[in-house]
């Protein structure tokens, strides 16, 4: 069993994996070495210390830059949100841990709560290719999405050109609204954010080893290790 998924996943013994490195609570540093450190690298790391391999990370500056890099061949294993965009051509594992995305108003508006967000002429900023701008792009009715390429490009448009709202991870704005004064964070959440592992359809046996890899984590208290380890209790909670 072991050889098969060796044999779809890291043939020349290298197991490549598309890290995002957009996401600051799942990848929150530099190892000595100079990969990418954190919570996301690390499971990498478990993954082919199981299987017996090495490790290439691939860093990919946005979310949808590392589902193109699993499509586009340049990996063979991804660590990014599931969304149905990106599962036509990824197969995922159930979500690992979860984020609430939510919306920040500016001081004075009268949207109230995220229900009063989807409206003619609400103009929104959000980061370009994040899980949370296709969810929104699937969703809205009438509200106006404006992109950005990452969150402090979309906060910095929010800001600039006095948009309606700005779409987020809640603990990303939570430290952005220091930056916006008067602004303030609705209550609840228009998406929770699955963040979970990913490989190509065509791999069946590592897609079981992956679905088994992430339900052993959670119930060792693996994924719980690591996001204490690396200081995002609060910002991450592990998947139910």
Not at 89 to 107: H, M, S
Request: a negative charge; one cysteine or more; aromatic letters at 4%.
């Amino acid at each position: 069993m072991i050889e098969e998924i060796v044999a779809e996943l890291a043939p020349n013994g290298v197991l490549r994996a598309g890290i995002n490195m957009a996401n600051i609570f799942l990848v929150t540093g530099e190892a000595s070495n100079g990969d990418p450190d954190g919570v996301s690298p690390n499971i990498v790391a478990e993954i082919a210390r199981q299987l017996g391999v090495g490790v290439e990370y691939v860093p990919c500056a946005t979310p949808g830059g590392t589902a193109e890099a699993i499509k586009n061949g340049e990996c063979d294993l991804v660590l990014i949100a599931d969304e149905p965009a990106r599962a036509e051509f990824i197969a995922f594992t159930p979500a690992y841990v979860e984020i609430e995305a939510t919306y920040v108003v500016p001081e004075g508006s009268s949207l109230q709560t995220i229900e009063n967000v989807d409206q003619p002429g609400v103009r929104i900023a959000v980061s370009g290719t994040s899980a949370y701008d296709l969810f929104l792009t699937r969703t809205l009715k009438h509200a106006e999405l404006h992109r950005a390429e990452g969150l402090p490009a979309a906060v910095e448009l929010f800001a600039s050109e006095k948009l309606d709202a700005l779409a987020g991870l809640r603990p990303a704005l939570n430290s952005n609204i220091e930056t916006l004064p008067g602004a303030r964070i609705l209550d609840g959440r228009f998406m929770t954010v699955e963040q979970a592992i990913g490989t190509k359809l065509k791999n069946t046996a590592t897609a079981a080893f992956l679905q088994k890899f992430v339900a052993d984590a959670k119930v060792s208290g693996l994924i719980e290790e690591l996001v204490k380890r690396h200081g995002v209790e609060g910002k991450l909670q592990v998947a139910g």
